[in-house]
């Protein structure tokens, strides 16, 4: 459990965002969550909490959200950065413009909210930040070009980050999901994955709650694959 701990949830309307604001009320923090769509707003409401109708791209809609949890609570123990959809296409089709929205949508959405969050947990004497990834970081799928670039960045920085703030014990995870059932379900895709099925928001939820435990307070700088096997022999 972990009662009166404070949880910030970005891009956290739906999918395995809004699934990790649930199970992080339900294991007793007081969460707030971002989303673009105001549905991470209602979310928010409906667990206690609170919410900012805003984008993980602006740096004054993510301090409104930091903001608003330290006039409430005094404290942030937890951030966890969710991201939406960015483009998609073959290669050499992709505009300068969209490796742009890329970085922006699948890189900054980690490195702005931690800049405003990390002095705050040091200060507190410790802090979780959970990044969801993807299980094509080290094995890229041309379905998913600007994802996978980028979030092979967001491993080097990850531990680059672990590297400087692990003396504070402020630590920082990714979570690196396969075929999840926040996607349309496809029995070629199934087919691909050892166990046989699409992985489920909770479990990824779950995985989010435990890296933000007490449990996982001995690590730090990691990519944990969620994704049934199918990248177990990269």
Not at 79 to 93: K, Q
Not at 114 to 120: D, G, H, N, W
Not at 158 to 170: I, R, S
Not at 179 to 187: A, K
């Amino acid at each position: 459990m972990m009662a009166d701990r404070v949880a910030l949830v970005t891009a956290g309307g739906s999918g395995m965002g809004a699934a990790a604001a649930r199970r992080l009320a339900e294991d007793g923090c007081r969460v707030a969550v971002l989303s673009s769509s105001g549905k991470g707003e209602a979310l928010a409401q409906a667990l206690g909490g609170f919410g900012v109708t805003g984008s993980n791209q602006s740096a004054d809609d993510l301090g409104r959200l930091v903001d608003g949890a330290m006039e409430r609570w005094g404290r942030i123990d937890v951030l966890v950065n969710s991201a939406g959809h960015g483009p998609r296409a073959a290669i050499l089709d992709i505009t300068d413009e969209d490796w742009h929205r890329g970085l922006d949508t699948y890189f900054l959405n980690v490195v702005r909210p931690s800049r405003l969050v990390a002095p705050i947990m040091a200060a507190n004497g410790g802090g979780a930040i959970i990044n969801v990834s993807t299980a094509w970081a080290f094995e890229p799928s041309p379905l998913f070009p600007t994802s996978a670039v980028f979030r092979a960045g967001l491993a080097a920085f990850t531990k680059l980050f672990a590297d400087a703030h692990a003396p504070q014990n402020v630590r920082m995870n990714n979570v690196l999901p396969g075929w999840i059932d926040s996607l349309p379900g496809t029995e070629e895709r199934r087919q691909s994955v050892p166990m046989g099925r699409y992985g489920t928001m909770a479990e990824i939820a779950a995985t989010i709650a435990f890296l933000a435990s007490d449990g996982a307070g001995y690590i730090t700088g990691q990519n944990i694959r969620v994704d049934g096997g199918l990248m177990r022999s990269v």
